[in-house]
């Protein structure tokens, strides 16, 4: 089974094709960086702009790439939420058109749910169940994941969501868009315990996140220094590690509260390598396995949302063509399929 996926949650234009038998066949993916980085952060307009002017030649080149042409595509998964409603939009739109044109059936994918699946597009990849810990530009939350559309949120953000922190964060160190890999590079030439950041949420139980108070606090701390390379690269290390330090505190507490024996990490800020090499070591002290997907697959594309339209296409689903997009969508209210 040959499916076409799409994705254009935010600021990434992915698309790709899965082979159940033969795997990945091709996948490509247009970066925004370039139109919103002149703003500090994405556009949502901007966004959905440059997913109609790229999708469709992009679905093209990766068809040629694949070696297939329309007629032995079986199915087409697209993005249905989260994300910038615009931006979903146009994925929606293409997708189930075209799986209309092409006489196949599509199915609508939770952005999330991609996400934690992305590991198993890896030769070494987990089996069920396992903890997932997802972390992004806009969500950080830990699930009890134990099959497709089978899901237990544990604990979420209750403000912003770590990737946020890292590009507000780096906006406010001069230090460009996105936020993630500028911080991680500064962070190389600076000492994390010159200052003591806070790790939020940590001094009480529970697994739920919070990181405006860790945002809140770097603000403060600049405003107390010149802003030279020493002090940059100073802050930009504390917050890195306070930011690592509470990821890697509240998946300690998940991996006690559920036995679960392996740990998967997705998402954006997954491609972070102070927080790989911190829950490495984690997965060490616990005995848990640790999966992480390639760095091109941390970030959004294609691939993940290709792999996660085939598992609920292999079992006879098919989108409407009556389609919506759901720009707020729990990853606990999928079923599955």
Known sequence: MRILGIETSCDDTGVAVFDS???????????????????GGIVPELAARDHIRVLLPLVKTVLNEAGCGASRVDGVAYTSGPGLSGALLVGAAVGRSLAWAWKVPATAIHHMEAHLLSPMLEDRSPSFPFLALLVSGGHTLLADVRGVGRYTVLGESVDDAVG?????????????????????HA???????????????TDRPGLDFSFSGLKTFAVNTAKQHVLDANNV?????????????????????????????????AGGVGANQRLRERLQELSSERDVE????RHEFCTDNGAMVAYAGWQRLQKGGNQALAFTVRPRWSLAELTPP
Not at 169 to 180: D, I, K, S, V
Not at 187 to 201: D, I, S, Y
Not at 240 to 265: C, F, G, H, N, P
């Open 164 to 184: 946020e922190a890292f590009d507000k964060t780096a906006q406010l160190l001069g230090l460009g868009f996105p936020g993630g890999p500028a911080i991680a």
């Open 21 to 39: 038998t033969c795997g990945l066949l091709a996948h490509r993916l247009a970066s925004q960086i370039a139109v919103h980085a002149p703003f």
């Open 187 to 201: 962070a190389l030439q600076g000492n994390p315990k010159r200052f003591r950041f806070p790790r939020p949420m």
């Open 233 to 265: 690269a100073d802050i930009a290390a504390a917050f890195q590690e306070a930011a690592v330090d509470t990821l890697l505190i509240k998946s300690r507490r998940a991996l006690a509260a559920t036995s679960l024996k392996r740990l998967v990490v």
């Open 290 to 293: 640790a999966f992480f997907p």
